[in-house]
């Protein structure tokens, strides 16, 4: 069985980076958008949010999804801790997703049974998407460089990892100049 795991943060305090081309209103409509756009593509898949803001709980809660409390933990951390409740819950596979992907619209065919998957951003740099057994042990490491590093995860526990290509789901919104492809 599959689920979908979203990690989201405040949407006050979301797309920071994006600062210098929109106001904090701005981006704080975008976040939730982006958000909302995710949670779609994840029908009919559960979904799960992983969160510590009672604002995104609540979001979160009004599209039915699950809510996961995880605060203080970073992104790494609750996406940790959100694997762990999924397999708890009797989830074999969590797909882990950012929540800014401006262009996703399913996440059919990514991740299989026992298998990593990975999606990269890209710049092949960051990890997008990752479809990882819950009972693997997968250590998430979040960050700048975090493609290269959950490779090598996926080596450490045993998984040969599967590289998927999709521009839908490598497309995120990070920087000012990553407006320009969804406007």
């Known amino acids: 069985m ?27 409509v975008l976040a939730q958008d982006l958000a909302s756009r995710v949670l779609l593509a994840a029908r009919p898949l559960p979904v799960y949010v992983a969160c510590d803001d009672r604002e995104v709980a609540e979001w979160a809660e ?3 999804a699950k809510v996961l409390w995880t605060p ?3 992104l790494s951390g609750a996406v940790a801790s959100g694997v762990t409740s999924l397999r708890a ?3 074999d596979l969590a797909i882990v997703s950012h ?10 065919g990514v991740g299989t049974e026992g298998t990593v998957t990975l999606v990269p951003d890209r710049r ?6 990752a479809a990882v057994p819950t009972a693997a042990g997968f250590r998430f490491s979040y960050g700048a460089g975090s493609f290269t590093r959950h490779l090598a995860e996926a080596r450490r526990t045993g ?7 999709d521009w839908s789901l490598a497309t995120d919104l990070d920087l000012p100049a ?6």
């Open 2 to 28: 599959r689920a979908v795991l979203v990690p989201v943060k405040s949407f006050s305090r979301a797309k920071l980076r994006l600062a210098g081309a929109l106001d904090a209103s701005e981006r704080r």
């Open 62 to 64: 009004q599209r039915g």
């Open 72 to 74: 203080g933990l970073g």
């Open 89 to 91: 819950d009797g989830y």
């Open 99 to 108: 929540a800014d992907l401006p262009l996703v619209t399913s996440y059919e």
């Open 124 to 129: 092949l740099d960051g990890t997008n998407v």
């Open 159 to 165: 998984h040969a990892p599967r590289v998927l290509y």
């Open 178 to 183: 990553d407006l320009a492809l969804v406007r």
